[in-house]
Each structure stands twice: as C-alpha cells, then as structure tokens.
C-alpha cells in the first residue's frame, strides 16, 4: 500500500485547513485509517483514527471537536479536516492505515500555524 500525504502549508491561528492522503488502494479496504502527527525531537501521536467497520472515530482531547477524518472510496483519499487551528497544531503530519496485519505510513506534510 501506498499513501501520499499532502495539504499542508501555513496558516493563521484560528483558520482551517485539510490534508489530504491518497491511497494506493480502496480506502474502506482498509481495517483502520489514521492521522498522526510528530513534533520535533518527539514520538509521533494520534490525532485521529477511523474504523472502516461502522464508522467508529476517535480523536483525543488536543483536537477533538476541532479536527475531522474522513475517507472518500471514490477517490480513494483519506482526509483530515483541520479547523480552529492553533500554534501548537504545528508539526508534521502523517497519514496512516492499517490492513492485512500490517501499517503503512505515507510521507509526512508540514503544518505550520502563525500567530
């Protein structure tokens, strides 16, 4: 599986944006689909993840009811809709999913949120 991550980019505080990942294959093929992002010098973290099966969402408290993935099987694209951003939403971040036993990362996109 391949997965190329893209969107990223600079923006003001308080303003959206969305990230995009384009898989190489069926997205809801895939058991779980995830956004993680990574400050520097830091392990990567979640920010969201997705349950192909019935749509289960998780999100943890630093972005939730700001921060929305979604997947589009028709373009095979994963997605994360970032709103209210904030300067420490900046980092890298990474798209991720996960089938067949294995996880597949694609190549990180820079966020950078001014204040």
């Known amino acids: 599986v391949q997965l190329q991550a893209f969107g990223g980019g600079l923006v003001q505080a308080g303003g959206s944006l969305r990230l995009s990942c384009v898989a190489s294959?069926?997205?809801?093929?895939?058991?779980?689909m995830s956004w993680y992002r990574q400050y520097p010098g830091q392990q990567r973290e979640m920010v969201a993840h997705?349950?192909?099966?019935?749509?289960?969402?998780i999100y943890p408290d630093s972005v939730k009811d700001r921060f929305i993935i979604s997947a589009d099987n028709a373009k095979n694209t994963i997605y994360l809709q970032m709103n209210s951003l904030k300067s420490e939403d900046t980092a890298v971040y990474y798209c991720?999913?996960?089938?067949?036993?294995?996880?597949?990362w694609g190549q990180g996109t820079l966020v950078t949120v001014s204040t």
């Open positions: 991720s999913v996960y089938t067949n036993g294995l996880t597949y």
């Open positions: 997705l349950v192909t099966d019935g749509g289960f969402t």
């Open positions: 294959e069926n997205a809801f093929s895939f058991t779980t």
